[in-house]
């Protein structure tokens, strides 16, 4: 009996092995379809830009990666890799041709920059693209492969392999792009494919060719650390860049902190409340009676919960997303008492300001914003801050230095950066001595630059 259910058990296994590589094949064909249509998509992109140190403009090049994501040719890289400081971009396609590329938006708050394709110079050379499509980063898993396409050390549509390590990663430190603030309003996708130089920009893909992340960030020195902005995230900024050129975002002025055991002094239940460690000075928050040390229950109507650090970015991105001068109803509770305040918001603004070179003074400088302005107590937003003095030119001789912040030139206050732009032209078109009125530390000095 034995022998007789010998041929039916092997034509079983027969069977299942050749539905299981009929399956795999199936699955393999799918992937390679999938990725010779992304990596049509991948592009290396090279750059040109300037930068403002030492008392003087300088131009330095480096490499990038980018996915073209629409079929007018509007690619997707890191701001920082393309930014406002960029004055030559070009990207290279899949065909190994070189075009020419502008800078359509920039958003350095998810490291999201967007390019354009000179579509015109497309045209008239008979070059082709293709566009990728975007994947619900929102349904990773840990464990889940994925690959990462790019650029690094300059090696194009290089892929490696591996897995989603965490498809949630906070980072507490958020000074990413130059100084400028990145990742305040969202969580990060953890990989363990590796990332180098180079790949920044480029796509984090699924099993099917379609984007999950865009390449961020890897730790030097760290074996398989790699990070990326999640695909959804990215979805949200390329609309918004491709419709305004820069993201809108309000602001109240409240910096959290998670309330992970320190419910028992609050005498809160678990996953109730949202600590606000910090209120920026003179913000909506302030100006309505706000102070570290309370707890938001609820925002809007809807229940606050920070206990862990990784729910902190959604509850700011939930401000954030709202329009600019919305009142915003919060239920506080302060001790033993709870109070609602109504905050209207602002717009949100970065602390680092536009840079600029006044060559002819020996001055690099930066305009001071409204959050520097708060965060360093300055009584309003007026002035430039010195970055850069060059040595043996005017503002170096007359004694001037990095940290001081031009408010007067010449008795005229310094209310914007275009007006310091027209009197450093007049000192170049006729040179002459220009009076200088500095703030340091809440100390007025004045300097006299000879030409």
């Not at 997707?76 to 930014?83: E, F, I, M, P, R």
């Not at 002819?360 to 937003?381: I, P």
């Amino acid at each position: 009996m034995k022998d007789s259910l010998l041929p039916s058990i092997t034509r079983k296994l027969l069977l299942c092995a050749v539905v299981v590589l009929a399956w795999t094949a199936v699955s393999e064909a799918a992937v390679s379809r999938g990725f010779t249509h992304l990596l049509e998509a991948v592009v290396r992109i090279d750059v040109r830009e300037e930068s403002f140190d030492s008392g003087a403009r300088r131009f330095s090049a480096g490499i990038g990666s980018g996915v073209i994501v629409s079929d007018d040719g509007l690619i997707l890289t890191n701001a920082h890799v393309a930014s406002p400081r960029s004055v030559e971009l070009s990207v290279t396609l899949a065909s190994l041709e070189r075009v020419n590329a502008t800078l359509v938006g920039w958003d350095h708050w998810t490291d999201l920059a967007l390019l354009r394709i000179d579509l015109a110079e497309v045209k008239r050379r008979g070059l082709k693209f293709t566009h990728a499509d975007f994947a619900n980063s929102d349904k990773l898993s840990p464990g889940q492969t994925v690959y990462a396409v790019g650029t690094p050390h300059g090696l194009t549509r290089t892929v490696t392999r591996g897995i989603i390590s965490n498809n949630r990663r906070f980072f507490a430190d958020n000074r990413g792009v130059r100084g400028y603030e990145t990742g305040l309003f969202n969580t990060w996708l953890q990989t363990d494919a590796a990332i180098n130089p180079g790949n920044s920009g480029g796509p984090l893909v699924d099993e099917q060719g379609r984007v999950v992340g865009i390449n961020s960030r890897g730790y030097l020195g760290a074996d398989n650390l790699a990070f990326a902005i999640p695909s959804n995230i990215a979805k949200r900024v390329v609309a918004g860049l491709t419709a305004e050129g820069a993201i809108t975002r309000s602001y109240i002025g409240i910096v959290p902190g998670a309330l992970l055991d320190l419910e028992g002094f609050y005498s809160l239940k678990q996953n109730t409340g949202l600590l606000i460690n910090s209120v920026d000075p003179g913000s909506p928050a302030a100006k309505a009676g706000l102070r570290g040390g309370d707890i938001v229950l609820s925002i809007n109507g809807a229940p606050a919960d920070g206990r862990f650090p990784e729910q902190l970015p959604p509850i700011l991105n939930s401000i954030a997303s709202l329009p600019v001068g919305s009142p915003v109803k919060l239920v506080v509770k302060r001790g033993e008492q709870t109070t609602t305040s109504v905050v209207a918001t602002e717009k949100l603004e970065s602390r680092q300001g536009e840079e600029w070179a006044f060559e002819k003074w020996g001055l690099t400088v930066r305009k001071v914003s409204r959050a520097y302005a708060r965060e360093n107590q300055l009584d309003d937003d007026t002035g430039l801050l010195v970055i850069g003095v060059q040595p043996g030119f005017p503002a170096a001789v007359a004694g001037m230095s990095r940290g001081d912040i031009i408010t007067k030139i010449n008795r005229e206050r310094v209310a914007s950066l275009e007006l310091a732009k027209q009197m450093h032209a007049d000192f170049v078109a006729k040179p002459a001595p220009s009076l200088f009125e500095t703030e340091t530390d809440r100390r007025v000095s004045l300097y006299i630059l000879k030409p």
